[in-house]
């Protein structure tokens, strides 16, 4: 079974060597809901110098330590639609953060 913290422990793993400011989960892994072929939702703040590129190697690395299917965004929630960052941001779960 895929705890937050396995969840978390693969994307500090994953985001080490690129400008990646915080992790959140959100989405069923958030909410204790997950099923047996649920994906991993995970938000990014990322710098500039993070491409697209960076981020499809992040994606490969998390699945492959994870064994799921991996979403990530990248948008900041000023961003997004409405209903979509209200979503996000009910289920948000810090997992990484740089000092």
Sequence with gaps: MLTIEDIA?????????YDVRAGYLFGSFARGEEER???VDVRLECGHDVNYSDLLSMQELLEERLGRS???VTN?????RPAFRKRIQ???????ETA
């Design 9 to 17: 422990e693969a994307l500090r793993e994953a985001v080490a060597p």
């Design 37 to 39: 072929q649920s994906d």
């Design 70 to 72: 991996v979403e990530i």
């Design 76 to 80: 900041p929630p000023e961003f997004m």
């Design 90 to 96: 009910q289920d948000e779960v810090l997992l990484y």
